[in-house]
């Protein structure tokens, strides 16, 4: 299945279950599979880039996913302290303990996920030679926009499809 398939697909599911249905686990597992899918996409791609034997770019993926868990975890607290500290500050009264709380959480979380991309960094670097791991670098910028380039399309391809069938 080529990459514009996959996003054509997994964006007609997002659009499909709107926004509204955030906190609905279906949708919530749709999105997962749709990142999953992006990220699969994009770890090959890399993997193409430098040269990586399959053995290598197994365990590349292990890192980088076990590291993107990590890191996903601590955006999603990230955005509900973000959430809960706009909600306090809204208040006619808002508490300045309460808000120092979330301003603390929302400083360790960004914290943590630099740390996090830092441990990742050194332990690719440790799996790859630095010509690998060179060739990822600079690969990278131009993946992640091709990847971009891909979901921009599918969407607009999609919104153009739904205001045909507005227009029959």
């Given at each position: 299945?080529?990459?514009?398939?996959i996003?054509?697909?997994?964006?007609?599911?997002?659009?499909?279950?709107?926004?509204?249905?955030?906190?609905?686990?279906?949708?919530?597992?749709?999105?997962?599979?749709?990142?999953?899918?992006?990220?699969?996409?994009?770890?090959?791609?890399?993997?193409a880039?430098?040269?990586?034997?399959?053995?290598?770019?197994?365990?590349?993926?292990?890192?980088?996913?076990?590291?993107?868990?990590?890191?996903?975890?601590?955006?999603?607290?990230?955005?509900?302290?973000?959430?809960?500290?706009?909600?306090?500050?809204?208040?006619?009264?808002p508490?300045?303990?309460a808000?120092?709380?979330?301003?603390?959480?929302?400083?360790?979380?960004?914290?943590?996920?630099?740390?996090?991309?830092?441990?990742?960094?050194?332990?690719?670097?440790?799996?790859?030679?630095?010509?690998?791991y060179?060739?990822i670098?600079?690969?990278?910028?131009?993946?992640n926009?091709?990847?971009?380039?891909?979901?921009?399309?599918?969407?607009?391809?999609?919104?153009?499809?739904?205001?045909?069938?507005?227009?029959?």
């Amino acid at each position: 299945m080529t990459m514009t398939n996959i996003i054509a697909r997994a964006l007609a599911v997002l659009l499909l279950v709107g926004g509204a249905a955030r906190a609905d686990d279906a949708a919530e597992g749709q999105r997962a599979k749709f990142r999953l899918q992006v990220r699969t996409q994009i770890e090959q791609r890399l993997a193409a880039a430098a040269g990586l034997d399959p053995a290598t770019t197994a365990r590349l993926a292990q890192i980088v996913d076990r590291s993107d868990e990590h890191v996903a975890q601590l955006q999603r607290d990230q955005r509900d302290a973000y959430r809960e500290l706009k909600q306090l500050l809204e208040q006619p009264q808002p508490d300045p303990n309460a808000a120092n709380r979330l301003i603390d959480r929302i400083s360790a979380n960004r914290s943590a996920v630099m740390r996090a991309e830092e441990d990742r960094t050194r332990e690719v670097r440790k799996l790859l030679t630095p010509i690998q791991y060179g060739k990822i670098v600079i690969a990278y910028p131009i993946v992640n926009r091709q990847i971009r380039a891909g979901i921009r399309k599918a969407l607009a391809d999609h919104a153009a499809a739904v205001d045909d069938s507005f227009n029959e």
